[in-house]
């Protein structure tokens, strides 16, 4: 109220002056007199203005200081009832809260802050300019440094995982080996770019996952061994059996040949067939077995996405024609390409394919679908879907195992050697299925 007051109080004044004013002209009181009311008139002015901008000074003041995250000034309030007061009281009021914000935020800064130094993963966060902003304990440790100012100077530590920091891509992965004190490290780095205040910055992980490929490497070499004992022994039993009857038969009649007739010897010789056969059997085991050990490096080069799947339905042609299997092919975008080994690729897809066209030989609807599309982190996927008869649960985990097969007939090593494709081509394959409705293995290229 008293803002009103004041300010209806010095116009008043200043239309009284002004009316003064014309009077002393009108009259002709003289120079001094005019001169004088035009001096009280701009004084009046002057003051005038100067009190209708206070408020909005104060407001200046006040927006100044928020904006400079000054929250600890205090505007007087004498509790008088007046605008000025009421004013000064929600000033405060709203610095009180800003203040109090300021502070919750600090502290689940520091929260955070604490949480991120004490994991048990190691993180490194570092602007355009390479300057890291936060290292925690456990990425120190993990590099064995006291204090770390740049990633620059990652690459005295190790080239090889300076370069997959600076080179991957949000989502990008990579498995770096580095010494340390304690022994070598198998490190997993995994990175994601960040856009914060139109600032951009990396965020690093890196775990040491030695310890649980060494358990996996041991349960690996485990399986391994059951299944070729498994094989071999399923070989080796027969073939011994067989070969102790025959020498206890022919041991039984050396010291008269006469006893041995021509069924005799029809009996032996269908005995060492079925030992060769046996044998052979072992030979071609073996085979497919160093098959998966001896992949050759890939020779990378562009693929027409279109172009590769066309010549496979060339090649699967006779085989879709004579099951009356539809095949179905899908890309976006149509001219999509692919960076990798062309026969390498081919024959992963070949396999899968392959078990596709044994999945829905049996099956009402038979359709096979070739997909090609980029998802949304950027990767390039490939598709091979059927409407087959779709993989029980229990075998889903182990279709990947060498020699694992749920065919009647098969080496169990096509799902294998894909994989290990994959993997050459720094991708994945996954497979997901639903019994009745079908199967679907994706390939995911990183790029």
Do not use: C
Request: cysteine-free; charged content about 25%.
């Amino acid at each position: 109220m008293d803002y009103k007051v004041g300010l209806l109080g010095r116009i008043a004044f200043l239309a009284a002056t002004l009316f003064l004013l014309a009077y002393t002209i009108f009259n002709d009181w003289g120079v001094f007199m005019i001169s004088l009311f035009l001096i009280l008139v701009v004084i009046q002015i002057i003051f005038f203005l100067k009190y209708s901008e206070s408020s909005f000074k104060k407001v200046r003041v006040f927006l100044d200081n928020i904006k400079q995250d000054k929250y600890s000034q205090l505007y007087p309030v004498k509790f008088d009832g007046t605008e000025t007061d009421d004013l000064h009281i929600e000033f405060n009021a709203i610095l009180a809260k800003l203040k109090e914000d300021q502070a919750e935020k600090e502290a689940q800064y520091q929260y955070f802050r604490s949480v991120f130094k004490h994991l048990s993963i190691g993180l490194i966060t570092f602007g355009e300019g390479g300057e890291i902003q936060i290292i925690n304990t456990s990425a120190k440790r993990i590099l064995d440094v006291e204090e770390l100012k740049n990633i620059a100077e990652i690459e005295g530590i190790n080239k090889e995982l300076h370069l997959a920091i600076n080179n991957l891509r949000t989502g990008g992965s990579e498995l770096i080996k580095i010494a340390h004190p304690d022994g070598i490290m198998q490190l997993s780095v995994y990175v994601i770019e960040l856009l914060m205040r139109g600032e951009k910055f990396k965020l690093v992980s890196l775990q040491n996952i030695q310890s649980e490929l060494e358990e996996k490497e041991m349960e690996a070499w485990q399986n391994l061994v059951k299944i070729l004992t498994h094989e071999i022994m399923n070989s080796i039993a027969p073939i011994s059996s067989l070969a102790g009857t025959i020498k206890d038969e022919i041991e039984s009649k050396m010291e008269d040949v006469s006893q041995v007739g021509p069924s005799d010897m029809e009996d032996y010789l269908m005995g060492i067939s079925t030992i060769e056969k046996r044998s052979q059997g072992l030979i071609n085991f073996v085979s497919d077995f160093r098959s998966l050990a001896h992949i050759p490096t890939p020779k990378f080069s562009s693929i027409g996405i279109r172009n590769l799947f066309d010549q496979l339905e060339v090649l699967l042609a006779n085989q879709l024609e004579t099951k009356e299997i539809s095949l179905r092919k899908e890309l976006n975008p149509p001219e999509l390409i692919l960076f990798g080994d062309q026969t390498q690729i081919e024959q992963v897809l070949i396999n899968l394919a392959q078990n596709a066209i044994h999945a829905v030989e049996d099956s009402e609807i038979k359709v096979i679908t070739f997909r090609a599309f980029i998802d949304e982190a950027g990767k390039i996927i490939l598709e091979v879907s059927d409407t087959g008869k779709g993989i029980e649960e229990e075998a889903l985990s182990k279709i990947f195992i060498p020699f694992f097969t749920t065919k009647k007939k098969g080496s169990g090593i096509g799902l294998s050697l894909s994989k290990q494709i994959m993997r050459r081509h720094k991708g994945n394959i996954q497979v997901r299925s639903a019994i009745g409705e079908g199967t679907t293995f994706k390939l995911i290229f990183n790029g």
